[in-house]
């Protein structure tokens, strides 16, 4: 199994800055894309940014210029750089990993989901 941990998130002022990470662990052969969701109370989830192996990266309108999303392969970890933040921002952020864990003789698909972390963007 894979196991994802977040952190960074907390209480900011608007237009302020924060950076979320997230590693994940396990006995992982191949990571394929990860991303960031956020969930505000009473919204649905929502794909906040993701990136490929290949480094090609996709981000939500609202979020294009201000956030940045970064992966290191040798750490199985992936980053949001959240720059000018605003209320509106405000949600519980969750990282999302998909690859391959397993051996090379048996491999299997992986769809894993960190724990949430808070992020609150308010004077």
């Known amino acids: 199994q894979v196991q994802l941990v977040e952190s960074g998130g907390g209480l900011v002022q608007p237009g302020g800055s924060l950076r979320l990470s997230c590693t994940a662990s396990?006995?992982?052969?191949?990571?394929?894309?990860m991303g960031w969701y956020r969930q505000a109370p009473g919204k649905q989830r929502e794909l906040v940014a993701a990136?490929?192996?290949?480094?090609?990266?996709n981000y939500a309108d609202s979020v294009k210029v201000r956030f940045t999303i970064s992966r290191d392969n040798a750490k199985n970890a992936v980053y949001l750089q959240m720059n000018s933040l605003k209320p509106e921002d405000t949600a519980v952020y969750y990282c999302?990993?998909?690859?391959?864990?397993?051996?090379?003789?048996?491999?299997?698909?992986?769809?894993?989901w960190g724990q949430g972390t808070q992020v609150t963007v308010s004077s």
């Open positions: 990136i490929t192996s290949g480094e090609s990266t």
């Open positions: 396990g006995s992982i052969l191949r990571i394929n894309a």
């Open positions: 999302n990993v998909k690859g391959q864990y397993g051996s090379v003789w048996l491999r299997h698909d992986f769809d894993s």
